[in-house]
T-cell receptor
Framework: DTEVTQTPKHLVMGMTNKKSLKCEQH?????MYWYKQKAKKPPELMFVYSYEKLSINESVPSRFSPECPNSSLLNLHLHALQPEDSALYLC????????????FGPGTRLTVL | KQEVTQIPAALSVPEGENLVLNCSFTDSAIYNLQWFRQDPGKGLTSLLLIQSSQREQTSGRLNASLDKSSGRSTLYIAASQPGDSATYLC?????????FGTGTRLQVFP
């Protein structure tokens, strides 16, 4: 299994809602990543987990809260988002943190009303 | 801070042409460099990974070269097909993170 899956595919939420994005991989990878991609822009790194511990936080606002409950699963909890947070959220994984090929999921298209 | 630039920004060609996509980066202290393809509204598909010690990597009609000292990588696409139409992104890996280039939007028409 060489696939990274993400759910849901699409999410529409109001600014007062709480929602979560889910990412899963069964390749035995020990590094997992969240990226944000705005329209016609390249992906930008948000968070990196290595062996279920947060390794990198790219100064992301606290309304985004990542969680890595086990080595196969990565969540991104969303609360009190702003319309400018609307974007494609991409999850990726790699065998280890550095110097390894990253594999991406299909993304979750988030719209904040 | 790593900065990555891709040229050209967009390319429209008839099928059958051999193509060259360019990527330049400012910090040569990289572990590796990946090339990705992204279809509109979709995730990224990894095409090739070149380790910092390698000069080139091939997969089918794709060939990527890396000149780390000059901060350049090139993706060659041979005999282009309409199915190659997508945005191509390069991403050097340094300090444990990928920094993505601005992308080349490719359209191959029949």
């Amino acid at each position: 299994d060489t696939e990274v899956t993400q759910t849901p595919k699409h999410l529409v939420m109001g600014m007062t809602n709480k929602k979560s994005l889910k990412c899963e991989q069964h390749m035995g990878h020990r590094a997992m990543y969240w990226y944000k991609q705005k329209a016609k822009k390249p992906p930008e790194l948000m968070f990196v987990y290595s062996y279920e511990k947060l390794s990198i936080n790219e100064s992301v606002p606290s309304r985004f809260s990542p969680e890595c409950p086990n080595s196969s699963l990565l969540n991104l909890h969303l609360h009190a988002l702003q319309p400018e947070d609307s974007a494609l959220y991409l999850c990726a994984s790699s065998a280890q943190l550095a110097d390894n090929e990253q594999f991406f999921g299909p993304g979750t298209r988030l719209t904040v009303l | 801070k790593q900065e990555v630039t891709q040229i050209p920004a967009a390319l429209s060609v008839p099928e059958g042409e051999n193509l060259v996509l360019n990527c330049s980066f400012t910090d040569s202290a990289i572990y590796n460099l990946q090339w990705f393809r992204q279809d509109p509204g979709k995730g990224l598909t990894s095409l090739l990974l070149i380790q910092s010690s390698q000069r080139e990597q091939t997969s089918g009609r794709l060939n990527a070269s890396l000149d780390k000292s000059s901060g350049r990588s090139t993706l060659y696409i041979a005999a282009s097909q309409p199915g190659d139409s997508a945005t191509y992104l390069c991403a050097p890996d340094s300090t444990d993170k990928l920094i993505f280039g601005t992308g080349t939007r490719l359209q191959v028409f029949p």
